[in-house]
């Protein structure tokens, strides 16, 4: 049973396949096709973190595709103290041709998916948010057509997102720059095993985001402060601050540099509204692939049955 637990999990060839769907399957929606590749299949999305994007993007996805989705709290599953974690994702994977899962716990989608009858994707945890980053090369690979030989400069707090960055542009042979304050730096036994799994990734680790920028083709930040993370909120501000996308330091970029951000953005905070708004912001694109990139994944993945 194949599974998106975490890219870490998947071959070079796997994640190439899944952008390649995603890529013909969004041409042909373009151009007005409307195919159902997976009519009569469910969807059910049983998330303990809100969303807007990702819970709309598999749902629509999924209709466009001619199946549908079921939505569940986890507190609505019974995963609150009512039923065991296994007895529910037996049952659920029963009714499901797919689990996506938003949780916190990474723990939670493993051990899910190790008693699930049909694919579990993981829609976000605090430790990786695969999803999002297949959805960032994806994008990338719209912005320029020699994307792999791209430099993506992820400017932030080392976070899931970063770490799923780092293992997809790891994977897939692209240059990475990640930009963190001092003490906020991506996991570094994370970036040990790929740098040895991929001994010819180009990587550069940096707390001088002047210094980091300079070279970007791409340029992406995201929330200073995560779900979760709430009462650091302030305090993260304060460190956080010199690393703020804005006009000043998109201007010490190449001019083709574009900006991404996977949303929500906290304007006024991690980026400004002119870097937002701006002719260089790829963002609201990256946004609509969010809804693309589901159809490209849950098509392979039931191909993979």
């Known amino acids: 049973m194949k599974h998106l637990k975490t890219l870490l999990d998947w071959q070079p060839s796997e994640t190439e396949a899944v952008l390649e769907t ?29 969303s807007l994007r990702t819970r ?17 709290t986890t507190q609505e599953a019974g995963l609150k103290g009512r039923e065991s974690l296994a007895d529910v994702a037996r049952v659920v994977s029963s009714y499901s041709d797919f689990v996506a899962i938003r949780t916190f716990s990474q723990k939670f989608i493993d051990e899910f998916a190790d008693w699930s009858s049909c694919p579990v994707i993981n829609a976000l945890s605090d430790s990786y948010h695969p999803c999002q980053a297949l959805t960032d090369i994806f ?21 899931n997102v970063v770490a799923s960055l780092a293992i997809i542009t790891a994977q897939l ?15 570094p036994e994370l970036l040990k095993r790929l740098c040895s799994k991929y001994p010819n990734w180009s990587v550069n680790v ?3 985001v002047d210094l980091a920028v ?16 709430e009462s650091e909120e302030q305090k993260r501000k304060k460190i956080f601050e010199p690393y703020q996308i804005n006009e000043k330091l998109m201007a010490k970029t190449p001019k083709h540099c574009q900006f991404l ?31 693309h990139l589901a159809k490209g994944l849950m098509l392979w993945l039931k191909q993979q049955q």
């Not at 430099?151 to 932030?156: A, C, D, E, Q």
């Not at 240059?175 to 963190?180: G, H």
């Not at 300079?214 to 993370?229: F, L, N, P, R």
Request: net charge negative; aromatic share 8%.
């Open 173 to 187: 042979g692209m240059p990475i720059t990640i930009c963190t304050p001092a003490g906020f730096e991506l996991d």
């Open 139 to 159: 994008t990338m690979s719209e912005l320029f057509d020699d994307y792999r030989e791209r430099r993506l400069v992820y400017v932030g707090d080392g976070n």
């Open 261 to 291: 951000h996977c949303l929500p953005a906290h304007r006024g905070d991690e980026v400004t509204d002119g870097v937002m708004d701006s002719g260089q912001s790829a963002a609201f694109l990256q946004a609509e692939n969010r809804m």
């Open 56 to 72: 709309h993007s598999f749902e629509t996805a999924m209709i466009h595709l001619g199946g549908g989705g079921i939505f569940l």
């Open 214 to 229: 300079k070279e970007a083709d791409v340029v992406y930040t995201d929330v200073w402060a995560s779900m979760g993370q």
């Open 22 to 50: 995603a890529r013909d399957l969004k041409a042909s929606w373009k151009a007005g096709k409307r195919e159902a590749h997976l009519a009569g299949h469910v969807i059910t999305m049983l998330f303990e973190k809100p």
């Open 206 to 208: 940096t707390n001088d």
